[in-house]
Every structure is written in structure tokens, then in C-alpha cells.
């Protein structure tokens, strides 16, 4: 048997039901004749007459007995492909996975985890740093979530606005530069550079910037880790480009001055992104819902 027609296992279930063609007949909204027509089509598929005539009914062979729960089974489970599950947050016990630079995991992270616990406690969530390459890839990889720095949604897919603000150069507080009422683009070629890596792409614009004055920057430490890159900073005469509110919030853990950017800059645009395939799925909805309002909300966002 290569196919089941689904509308006779239905006229069967009634069938079965009333062991009577005309009211089955009734309940289906088909006329007698059609309705004998299917039953003629079901035992020819069952090799089984189904329903013998007794009196003015009909009675289920022994087949038809062991096949109507089976039939109701059947039906019921493809109904309820087209019922939504409510989703209960108190409930769930799924998992999430989240990805960014490790500023959020260190300074936002924790509050997220609050927000999410206080509703769904059984929620488990795994956190990854982000690589700017990865964005091309979402499709094929196991991050629910990405919160990170772009100029707008990539084609493909789909994403919240948190904030947005402008870079800003940094530098140790006594740096020779910290002293300037404002920079030049020469100043910026006149120190070694720190890149902090992952996340979005920070500073990347720079060096293309200077080169249309002829001039260029030397990055002399790459790091991933916005806490190696300040500590770094603080005790060198190294300069960093990064986000203003990350500079603005970490003057009060390090010892930092920063100023404003001597080129032209565009607006950094930070993102919470992920992969259509997860935009009507009510647990994704709900938890990109909570990440973002901390996200937006965070002291230690814009």
C-alpha cells in the first residue's frame, strides 16, 4: 500500500462510529451513495469486509475493531500538527544558545540570566563568543541568538535594533594624548594600536581612513577579550578604538580617557539577529523578547 487517502480513514472513523451509512452519510456532509462508495474502496484496501449488515445496522468485523483505535489514533495525531502548543515559560525545558562578544557575557550576561530564570527556571543557556566571519553561517550553526554591531540586518535575516552610538578612541588617562583638548588623524599613526576581535567589527573603517590621507596604523596586539584589551591599554601607550558607551562605562573600572574620533565616521548599529527558521517559534519568540529588553535596558548598553 504506497498511499493512504486520509479522507477515507475518515469516512471509516464515522463509519465505525455509526455503523450506519446514511447517518455517517450525515456527519461527513456526503451524500449515501458516496459514502458506500468509499466503504467499497476501504475494504478493497484492507482486504476485509470492515462492517457486516445486521438487521438495520451494521456490525465491525474483527479487522475493524482492532483497526478503530488504531484509525482514531491516527486522526487525532494529525490534528494536533495543526494546533500550536501553548508555550509556558514556567515550563519549558529547552535550551538556548547565544553568542556575542564577551563585554555582553561579562557586563549584560548576568542580568539576562536573572530575567530569564525568574520565568523559566529549567531554561539552560549556552553562551559563545562571536566572530564577525560567523555571519554567513547562521544557517548552519547551532547559535539560537546573536547580539552584535552591524550597519543594518544582513539579507537572510531577521533582527531587533538595541542602540547605536559612535567610536571613540582610547587611552591610558596619562597618555601623552589624554591631555589634548581634541585628536588628529596623524595622532592616530603616531601609537601602536589594540583590536579587540571579537564581536562586531569596531574599527575596521580606520584603516581604510587613514589611507585616503596616506596614512596607516600599526595594530600590535589582536585579542578577542575586551578585558585583556583595556588592561592592556592602561598600562601601555597603546590607543583603541571601540564603542563610546563600552569606553563611557569602563571609566569606572579602569583608568581611561577617551576622544572623539578625528575622521569621519559612520554610526555603530548593535543588533540582536537570528536565523528565520526559528521567527515563529514560540519559545525563540519569548526568549528574544526577555534577551532584548535587557539588552535595551542594561546600564552598561547605550
Known amino acids: 500500500m504506497d498511499h493512504i487517502n486520509l479522507n477515507l480513514l475518515r469516512t471509516l472513523q464515522i463509519l465505525l462510529e455509526e455503523r450506519h451509512v446514511s447517518r455517517s452519510a450525515e456527519r461527513?456532509?456526503?451524500?449515501?451513495?458516496?459514502?458506500?462508495?468509499?466503504?467499497?474502496?476501504?475494504r478493497a484496501m484492507f482486504a476485509d469486509p470492515l462492517l457486516i449488515r445486521e438487521g438495520n445496522g451494521l456490525v465491525l468485523t474483527v479487522k475493524a475493531s482492532q483497526l478503530k483505535p488504531r484509525?482514531?489514533?491516527?486522526?487525532?495525531?494529525?490534528?494536533?500538527?495543526?494546533?500550536?502548543?501553548?508555550?509556558?515559560?514556567?515550563?519549558?525545558?529547552?535550551?538556548?544558545?547565544?553568542?556575542?562578544?564577551?563585554?555582553?557575557?561579562?557586563?549584560?550576561?548576568p542580568?539576562?540570566?536573572?530575567?530569564?530564570?525568574?520565568?523559566?527556571?529549567?531554561?539552560?543557556?549556552?553562551?559563545?563568543?562571536?566572530?564577525?566571519?560567523?555571519?554567513?553561517?547562521?544557517?548552519?550553526?547551532?547559535?539560537?541568538?546573536?547580539?552584535?554591531?552591524?550597519?543594518?540586518i544582513p539579507d537572510g535575516l531577521c533582527g531587533a535594533q538595541i542602540g547605536a552610538d559612535f567610536p571613540v578612541v582610547v587611552m591610558h588617562n596619562q597618555h601623552p594624548l589624554a591631555t589634548l583638548p581634541a585628536l588628529s588623524a596623524s595622532d592616530l599613526s603616531l601609537y601602536p594600536h589594540v583590536k579587540v576581535s571579537a564581536g562586531g567589527d569596531k574599527d575596521s573603517f580606520v584603516d581604510g581612513a587613514l589611507r585616503a590621507l596616506g596614512l596607516q596604523r600599526e595594530v600590535r596586539l589582536s585579542v578577542p577579550f575586551f578585558s585583556a584589551a583595556f588592561n592592556t591599554v592602561c598600562r601601555t601607550d597603546m590607543l583603541m578604538v571601540i564603542p563610546q558607551h563600552i569606553a563611557h562605562n569602563m571609566q569606572a573600572h579602569f583608568p581611561l580617557s577617551y576622544k572623539p574620533m578625528p575622521l569621519v565616521t559612520t554610526e555603530h548599529r548593535y543588533w540582536l539577529l537570528w536565523h528565520p527558521r526559528y521567527d515563529a517559534d514560540p519559545a525563540h519568540r519569548w526568549s528574544r523578547e526577555q534577551i532584548l529588553t535587557v539588552l535595551r535596558d542594561s546600564m552598561y548598553s547605550m
Open 28 to 42: 461527513l456532509c456526503l451524500t449515501q451513495s458516496a459514502v458506500s462508495r468509499q466503504l467499497t474502496q476501504l
Open 71 to 109: 484509525i482514531d489514533q491516527i486522526l487525532t495525531d494529525c490534528g494536533d500538527l495543526l494546533v500550536d502548543p501553548t508555550f509556558s515559560p514556567e515550563l519549558w525545558k529547552g535550551a538556548m544558545v547565544m553568542a556575542s562578544s564577551d563585554y555582553v557575557a561579562q557586563y549584560i550576561l
Open 111 to 152: 542580568d539576562i540570566v536573572v530575567q530569564l530564570r525568574q520565568q523559566a527556571p529549567a531554561l539552560t543557556l549556552h553562551y559563545q563568543l562571536w566572530q564577525p566571519a560567523q555571519i554567513g553561517q547562521l544557517a548552519e550553526l547551532n547559535i539560537q541568538l546573536v547580539s552584535t554591531m552591524l550597519p543594518a
